[in-house]
């Protein structure tokens, strides 16, 4: 932490250097710091290949100007070939620094905790790829991430959030785009009193602990989430989830989603197949809950409970005794076991609700798996024209 703090007062100390230049890190500059102590707006610091980051590490870097850009060498396919291991980063109110093409492996944070980034700037990251790194930053975080990879990141106790997000104003947003989250311990995690919105597009969420959304406005746009464990996201506040799979995941409770608390939202062309769950389905709900979902499939969810109680693979609520009613519109519960969804669930709106998605009998029109009098009464009770 003395380290850290001396890093500090050298960037309020740092000259005014007027244009915008690149700053070669080790060829003109001794390492990131001294490159970053010497750095005005505009500038970029370029990281060779050939950096040893050995000689940052012990004291971290400070940043303490606006609009510079952090980037590393890379090779022809555009890789990056710089990696920083165990470099914390200092970033004060106010700065914005983009991280680009770069390799980050482990590291402790400037609190002394697993951090890459502290302070109370809004770092940028494009194109880096995460290895074996416990956190990234934690605080109030309205960054952009893009087309980044993070990987076997669990931290010391393998309960460490990468991104935990408390903005404080309406205004903020925190962006994810195009990311790949590989074995990763709760990816992101918005806190209960966080606000603005966090918006994940075109994400792949695999082999990790859920995303947790507590606070702000959520939206989920074009992702995956598949073999998750302990469900793959638990959501608590308003949100919009729009064209995503869930597929293969696991948890103790809900397979694929948890709502819980405050959350309210719609699930729009979203697909929940093949998740398992030890003792709820792949959808938990709780009471009292403005749910929508719209032309979504959730279809081969199994719960793995007694099949003589209450709980189902499709949706089940967080109380058995406790109904929640649900809007399904133009959407498709089929093939979940032991049942599509609990008794306590209660459906409204267009909703195809049969035991088999495919496969059914011919004349089988009411999908219980038997041809009999009661589909015949319903073909009369049909007959004439069709619309």
């Known amino acids: ?61 400070g940043i303490g100007v606006t609009n510079i850009t952090i980037q590393g060498e890379t090779n022809s396919s555009g890789s990056p070939l710089a990696t920083l291991i165990g470099i914390p980063f200092w970033i004060s109110s106010g700065c914005d620094p983009t991280f680009q093409d770069l390799s980050f492996n ?35 975080y309205t960054g952009t991430v893009s087309d980044c990879i993070f990987t076997n990141s669990s931290g010391s106790s393998g309960y460490n959030n990468l991104f935990e997000i408390a903005n404080t104003t309406s ?4 962006m994810f785009t195009g990311c790949a989250f590989d074995s990763v311990a709760f990816p992101i995690w918005s806190e209960a009193s966080a606000e603005g919105s966090i918006v994940v597009q075109g994400c792949a969420i695999t082999e990790c602990k859920p995303v947790v959304f507590k606070g702000g406005d959520v939206e989920v746009l074009d992702s995956t ?6 469900g793959a996201a638990s959501i608590e506040t308003s949100f919009i989830i729009s064209n995503c799979n869930f597929e293969d995941n696991y948890g103790h409770q809900a397979s694929a989603v948890s709502l819980q608390g405050d959350a309210s939202g719609t699930f729009l062309n979203c697909t929940f197949a093949d998740n398992l769950s030890h003792t709820r389905g792949a959808i938990q709900v709780e009471t009292s809950m403005d749910i929508v979902l719209s032309n979504c499939v959730i279809s081969d969810n199994t719960n793995l409970a007694d099949p003589s109680g ?13 109904p929640v009613s649900i809007l399904l519109d133009d959407s498709t519960l089929c093939n979940n076991s032991p049942a599509n969804m609990d008794c306590s669930v209660q459906i409204s709106g267009t909703v195809t609700n049969t035991p088999a998605c495919t496969n059914q009998c011919m004349g089988d029109t009411d999908g219980n798996g038997v041809v009999n009098i009661e589909d015949l009464l319903n073909m009369m009770g049909s007959w004439g024209a069709c619309p």
């Open 1 to 61: 932490m003395r380290y850290i703090c001396t890093s500090i007062v050298a960037v309020v100390m740092a000259p005014a250097v007027t244009g915008a230049d690149v700053l070669h890190v080790p060829d003109e500059y001794f390492n990131i710091a001294a490159a970053a102590f010497s750095a005005s707006p505009g500038d970029t610091i370029e990281i060779a290949s050939h950096y040893d980051s050995s000689l940052d590490d012990h004291m971290g870097v």
């Open 106 to 140: 482990g590291g402790t944070g400037p609190w002394g905790t697993d951090s890459i980034c502290g302070g109370y700037g809004s770092p940028n990251f494009t194109r880096c790829l995460f290895e074996d790194v416990p956190a990234v930053i934690a605080g109030s």
């Open 171 to 174: 205004s903020d947003m925190t």
């Open 225 to 230: 989430f598949s073999s998750c464990t302990i």
């Open 310 to 322: 209450a709980d189902a693979g499709g949706i089940t609520t967080y109380m058995w005794n406790q």
